[in-house]
T-cell receptor
C-alpha cells in the first residue's frame, strides 16, 4: 500500500507553543489531504480536508485560525497547532487520498501531542 | 442519522472462531467501501476494500457488500489474539469526494 510519513511522532511542549506536524507521501501524489484528531478511546474526528493548492475546508467547530493547514504540493501537507493549550492534547493523524476516485485513504502513523 | 454506523461492541470471540463485523451506510450513492484496523495508540491501517456486490476474500478476511440493503461486513476466520483491535468501516462517495468513517467496533479475541 501507499506510504505516508508523518512526523514528529510525539511532541511534549509548554502551553502557548505552536507545533507543526508534517505529512508526506513517499510513493504517490495525493490530491486530497485529511487531518483527523482522536481523543483516548474515542473515534476519529475529521478536522479538515484540503486539496493541493487550495484552502482547507474545516469541519464545524474546528477553528481555522488555530489549526493552520498548508497543502503546498501533492506530496506534502502540514498542520500547525498555534498557541496550543492542554485541551489540544490529542492524537493527530493525517491521511492522504485522491479526489473523486474510489481509492482508499492512506494514513500516517500519527502524532501524539501533549501540552503541559 | 449518521452516514456510517457500526456496533461499537466490544465483540469478544474465542481464538479460532469467526469474527463478524457489520456496518451500515445511509447514502445509496456510496461507491467504495473499506475496512481499517486500528490497534490501540496507533493509526488506522487498511485491510480490505470492496467495490462490487458480493464477497471478496483476502487470506483470513472476507468482505461482503450488499448495496440493496446498504450494508458491508467483514468476516475474520480463524481469529487470532493479534486480531484484537478496533475495526473501522469507511465509505467513499466517489462523485462528492466524501469519505465517511464509522465509529469502529472493538474486537477482542480470547486465547
Amino acid at each position: 500500500g501507499a506510504v505516508v510519513s508523518q512526523h514528529p511522532s510525539r511532541v511534549i511542549c509548554k502551553s502557548g507553543t505552536s507545533v507543526k506536524i508534517e505529512c508526506r507521501s513517499l510513493d504517490f501524489q495525493a490530491t486530497t489531504m485529511f487531518w483527523y484528531r482522536q481523543f483516548p478511546k474515542q473515534s476519529l474526528m475529521l478536522m479538515a480536508t484540503s486539496n493541493e493548492g487550495s484552502k482547507a475546508t474545516y469541519e464545524q467547530g474546528v477553528e481555522k485560525d488555530k489549526f493552520l493547514i498548508n497543502h503546498a504540493s501533492l506530496t506534502l501537507s502540514t498542520l500547525t497547532v498555534t498557541s496550543a493549550h492542554p485541551e489540544d492534547s490529542s492524537f493527530y493523524i493525517c491521511a492522504m487520498g485522491q479526489a473523486h476516485s474510489n481509492q482508499p485513504q492512506h494514513f500516517g502513523d500519527g502524532t501524539r501531542l501533549s501540552i503541559l | 442519522q449518521k452516514e456510517v454506523e457500526q456496533n461499537s461492541g466490544p465483540l469478544s470471540v474465542p481464538e479460532g472462531a469467526i469474527a463478524s463485523l457489520n456496518c451500515t451506510y445511509s447514502d445509496r450513492g456510496s461507491q467504495s467501501f473499506f475496512w481499517y484496523r486500528q490497534y490501540s495508540g496507533k493509526s488506522p491501517e487498511l485491510i480490505m476494500f470492496i467495490y462490487s456486490n458480493g464477497d471478496k476474500e483476502d487470506g483470513r478476511f472476507t468482505a461482503q457488500l450488499n448495496k440493496a440493503s446498504q450494508y458491508v461486513s467483514l468476516l475474520i476466520r480463524d481469529s487470532q489474539p493479534s486480531d484484537s483491535a478496533t475495526y473501522l468501516c469507511a465509505v467513499n462517495m466517489y462523485t462528492g469526494n466524501q469519505f465517511y468513517f464509522g465509529t469502529g467496533t472493538s474486537l477482542t479475541v480470547i486465547p
